[in-house]
Structure formats: structure tokens, C-alpha cells
């Protein structure tokens, strides 16, 4: 499985992420999914996703492609959100 460049464990770029994401001036959608990120990151989660264009691939030659909201990972667990 491959992720989009935009899944990093920076932490500069996660708190300038985490700032941005506190916007409430955005549809529903783009706030839910901006909570749960929140939420996430708030409970100790440090690797994500920086924004919502993230994809993950997989298969045989990683030939499947999917758009995901948000991804988290910590040392036990992987976190895959979207439509």
C-alpha cells in the first residue's frame, strides 16, 4: 500500500495543518471531516495528512487508486477515512 506525499509525520507541517483545520467558515463536510482530523491529532495521533486531497493505492503493482479524507498513523494502528 502507497500513500500520497502529503502523509508526513513533519511536525511543522502537521501544526500548520492543525492550525488551518480549525476554520469553522467551510461547508459541513469540510468541518466534520476537519473534527474528526482534530480529534485524531488531539488524541496523539502525529502522522496525517496534511489535506484532503490524499489517495492510497494498492494491489498487485499498486493499480488501485482511492481519494481518502484523512489518514492517521501511530506505532499500532492505521486510520483510513473517506467517501
Excluded: H
Aim: charged share 35%; hydrophobic share 35%; with cysteine.
Amino acid at each position: 500500500m502507497m500513500f500520497s506525499e502529503n502523509f508526513i509525520d513533519n511536525k511543522v507541517f502537521v501544526k500548520k495543518s492543525r492550525k488551518a483545520r480549525k476554520n469553522q467558515d467551510l461547508p459541513e463536510s469540510a468541518r466534520l471531516e476537519n473534527q474528526l482530523w482534530l480529534f485524531l491529532y488531539n488524541i496523539g495521533f502525529r502522522k496525517l495528512n496534511c489535506d484532503g486531497e490524499c489517495t492510497i493505492s494498492w494491489g498487485k503493482d499498486n493499480e488501485r487508486l482511492k481519494r481518502v479524507d484523512v489518514i492517521a498513523e501511530n506505532d499500532e494502528v492505521l486510520i483510513m477515512g473517506g467517501r
